[in-house]
């Protein structure tokens, strides 16, 4: 059974940082593409970041810069670093696993990100 549980999410300053969390059982992380997806009210989810099982990551071209996505193996976690976060990433944060050799995803439950002054 996959679990996914983010933490890390509040209200953070614009031009501050934070760091999500995403602790993983049941699935390894360094075995699969993991990421980060958003969804902020009336908008569809969209991917923020991904790592693949090569280490390999990509980024929506809105974060690009100012987010990190990386993973620690022996913890089987993954992190989204936001440094300078803005008010429009404003949004849930959902962690996302694909498994590999499928389109088989997993989801978290999400965690809150409110960037406002």
């Known amino acids: 059974q996959v679990r996914l549980v983010e933490s890390g999410g509040g209200l953070v300053q614009p031009g501050g940082s934070l760091r999500l969390s995403c602790a993983a059982s049941?699935?390894?992380?360094?075995?699969?593409?993991m990421g980060w997806y958003r969804q902020a009210p009336g908008k569809q989810r969209e991917l923020v970041a991904a790592?693949?099982?090569?280490?390999?990551?990509n980024y929506t071209d809105s974060v690009k810069g100012r987010f990190t996505i990386s993973r620690d193996n022996a913890k089987n976690t993954v992190y989204l670093q936001m440094n300078s976060p803005q008010p429009e990433d404003t949004a849930v944060y959902y962690c996302?696993?694909?498994?590999?050799?499928?389109?088989?995803?997993?989801w978290g439950q999400g965690t809150q990100v409110t960037v406002s002054s």
């Open positions: 996302a696993a694909k498994l590999r050799f499928t389109s088989i995803f997993y």
């Open positions: 049941g699935i390894i992380v360094s075995s699969n593409t």
């Open positions: 790592i693949t099982s090569t280490g390999s990551t």
